[in-house]
């Protein structure tokens, strides 16, 4: 049983294009998020969801526009991609936004390349 | 703003060998610290979770500390193996979000 899920798990695309990467977790989570990975590995939160509320929104460009439809699931939508939205984008949840037993889970990632 | 940091950046050490990863962070007021292991082309998988008020953790081979007043975690790897080749990461959870270091990256030789 996968416990956090994306599809797809790679994406190929032209530059201008709109794309869209779905997650989904069956932990019974209340907090997802997503990640973006780049080239030197370095992992940058973009945005987390807690009840399927906003609660952070780090400096990401509008381009880039979340939707949680309900707490078990997570989108990512990408407006007008350009060569630098290339990299790894990883989905996540935990129990909750904080807590001592506050464990993170990941997805598999999501490897997109812009061409 | 929490900040992480992870030395070494690399490793690399010969089968057998017992070996300490290090992370530190600026902001003590955290609620966990998480390692993680990331395998290349893959995703994150937690390795151990130490909570604020525990000072250390353990599982099988691996025995995470936590020194929360020196802003200090290792992750210590007792006699390494070959699989154990993978780059290492700690975060942070602090305030409503997790801080993730820069990472580790061990090579265990045979």
């Known amino acids: 049983d996968t416990a956090v899920s994306q599809t797809p798990k790679y994406l190929v695309t032209q530059m201008g294009n709109d794309k869209s990467i779905k997650c989904e977790q069956n932990?019974?989570?209340?907090?997802m998020y997503w990640y973006k990975q780049d080239s030197k590995k370095f992992l940058k939160i973009m945005f987390s969801?807690?009840?399927?509320?906003?609660?952070i929104n780090e400096t990401v460009p509008n381009r880039f526009s979340p939707k949680s439809p309900d707490k078990a699931h997570l989108n990512l939508h990408i407006n007008s991609l350009e060569l630098g939205d290339s990299a790894v984008y990883f989905c996540?949840?935990?129990?909750?936004?904080?807590?001592?037993?506050?464990?993170?889970?990941f997805g598999p990632g999501t490897r997109l390349t812009v061409l | 703003k929490q900040e992480v940091t992870q030395i070494p950046a690399a490793l690399s050490v010969p089968e057998g060998e017992n070996l300490v990863l290090n992370c530190s962070f600026t902001d003590s007021a955290i609620y966990n610290l998480q390692w993680f292991r990331q395998d290349p082309g893959k995703g994150l998988t937690s390795l151990l979770l130490i909570q604020s008020s525990q000072r250390e953790q353990t599982s099988g081979r691996l025995n995470a500390s936590l020194d929360k007043s020196s802003g200090r975690s290792t992750l210590y790897i007792a006699a390494s193996q070959p699989g154990d080749s993978a780059t290492y990461l700690c975060?942070?959870?602090?305030?409503?979000?997790?801080?993730f270091g820069t990472g580790t990256s061990l090579t265990v030789i045979p």
């Open positions: 932990l019974g989570h209340d907090t």
């Open positions: 969801y807690n009840n399927k509320e906003l609660i």
């Open positions: 996540a949840s935990s129990q909750g936004p904080s807590g001592g037993y506050n464990e993170q889970f």
């Open positions: 975060a942070s959870n602090t305030g409503n979000q997790f801080y």
